[in-house]
Each structure stands twice: as structure tokens, then as C-alpha cells.
């Protein structure tokens, strides 16, 4: 019975796991599609014109990107760390996660709104 009990701990946990990592993901995905319009503001308060502007968005969505795949890769190696020692660490490694992924979203909800 103790076997049992071990496997469906384990599926528990590993099923956390993913959930978590997936929810950060899809956080990170939400920070993008924030950032892009502030940073396309931030670009035309500096004076950027008509032919600047696309240059601007394609490279900040490059670095988005780029930052998107470390973030991904980054994420789960700390979430898996954080399981390791055990639930209760994994759940607070999420939340200064989201809570820093929260920050980003609101800074840049504002940028516009503050900047113009």
C-alpha cells in the first residue's frame, strides 16, 4: 500500500509541477504582448518616426523572443530545484515569480498611460 501511495504522491506532484511551469509560461506570453505597445510608446516619446518604429518592434519582439526561450528554460530548471526540497518551496519559488511577472505587466500598462 506504501507503493501506491508513493506513485500517486509523486504523480501530484509532478502534475503541480507542469501546472505551474505552464501557468508561468503563459505569464511570460502576457508580458510580452504588454511590453510591445509600451515599448513602441516609450519609442515614439524618444521621437521615433515612421521608419523607426517597425525597426523598433522587430527588434524588441527578438529580444522578447530570445528573453521568452531563457525565461522557459530558466523556469523549469528553478521550478525543478524548488520540488525538490518540496511543495511548500515550489509553491513560493511561484509566487516571487508571478509576483515579479505581475510587476512587469502593470509597469508597462502604465508606461503608456504615463508617458503621453
Not at 519609442?43 to 527588434?59: E, K, N, S
Amino acid at each position: 500500500m506504501s507503493i501506491m501511495k508513493d506513485v500517486g504522491n509523486t504523480a501530484l506532484h509532478v502534475v503541480t509541477f507542469y501546472l505551474i511551469w505552464f501557468a508561468s509560461c503563459g505569464l511570460f506570453i502576457l508580458n510580452i504582448v504588454t511590453v510591445l505597445p509600451a515599448l513602441r510608446f516609450i519609442a515614439i516619446a524618444f521621437g521615433a518616426d515612421q521608419w523607426t518604429l517597425p525597426a523598433v518592434h522587430r527588434f524588441s519582439l527578438l529580444v522578447l523572443a530570445v528573453a521568452a526561450v531563457i525565461f522557459f528554460f530558466w523556469s523549469e530548471a528553478g521550478y525543478r530545484r524548488a520540488s525538490k526540497l518540496g511543495l511548500g518551496r515550489l509553491l513560493r519559488a511561484f509566487a516571487w515569480v508571478t509576483a515579479a511577472q505581475l510587476a512587469v505587466i502593470v509597469v508597462a500598462y502604465l508606461i503608456p498611460r504615463m508617458v503621453l
